[in-house]
């Protein structure tokens, strides 16, 4: 009940195509689900954060969507550009019971955007 | 310039002999983590700290001790490495609360364990 199950494993784009990348998961006590991003011999990074209030959050060509009732999120990256190839991470978390919001990551999909 | 320092950036090291990675992070955050990467698995916590002296298992502890004697410093240890701990590791920090803060990530160590 713990685990956030992310898809694709793996994902190649043309440049100025949309990139989708998908999670699920089953606590419905999460309550923060962020995406990161991690470039090859870097840490991840925090790319762009929702919480389930809204159903949908935009940053520039960053896009999460968020349904509550299929306990679904996505990420949506708009005109994906080579600097875009990475590795996503979908993750959630919650502020209450455990109380120490531990991240719950996703297994990760890589992205090549093609030029 | 805030930052998680870890060290060393790679090792390969043989079966049984002792090892630490250190961790050291710059911004005064209370919580600490070490995770490792493995492909298709992602990032799995092996322990964690909310604070000074105060430290609690992850999902993935088996094999590996950690300390938080000072604020800024978070080792991670080996005591007796086995390959199976071959993986990619990550130390991260954040303020304690409000638990959305992002976490931030040291740039990784790649163990080998022969």
């Known amino acids: 009940q713990q685990q956030v199950k992310q898809s694709p494993q793996s994902l190649i784009v043309q440049k100025g195509g949309i990139s989708i990348i998908n999670c699920a998961y089953e606590n419905t006590a999460f309550d923060y689900f962020p995406w990161y991003q991690q470039f090859p011999g870097k840490g991840p990074a925090l790319l762009i954060a929702?919480?389930?209030?809204?159903s949908e959050k935009k940053e520039g060509r960053f896009t999460i969507s968020f349904n509550k009732s299929a306990k679904q999120f996505s990420l949506h990256i708009m005109d994906s550009q080579p600097g875009d190839s990475a590795t996503y991470f979908c993750a959630a978390s919650s502020d209450g019971s455990s109380n120490t919001g531990k991240l719950i990551f996703g297994q990760g999909t890589t992205l090549q955007v093609k030029p | 310039e805030a930052q998680v320092t870890q060290n060393p950036r790679y090792l390969i090291t043989v079966t049984g002999k002792k090892l630490t990675v250190t961790c050291s992070q710059n911004?005064?955050?209370?919580?600490m983590s070490w995770y490792r990467q493995d492909p298709g698995l992602g990032l799995r916590q092996i322990y964690y700290?909310?604070?000074?002296?105060?430290?609690d298992k992850g999902d993935v502890p088996e094999g590996y001790k950690v300390s938080r004697k000072e604020k800024r410093n978070f080792p991670l240890i080996l005591e007796s490495p086995s390959p199976n701990q071959t993986s990619l590791y990550f130390c991260?920090?954040?303020?304690?609360?409000?638990?959305?803060?992002?976490?931030?990530f040291g740039d990784g160590t790649r163990l080998s364990i022969l």
């Open positions: 911004m005064n955050h209370e919580y």
């Open positions: 700290s909310m604070n000074v002296e105060v430290t």
């Open positions: 929702i919480r389930p209030d809204v």
């Open positions: 991260a920090s954040r303020p304690t609360v409000p638990f959305s803060q992002p976490q931030h």
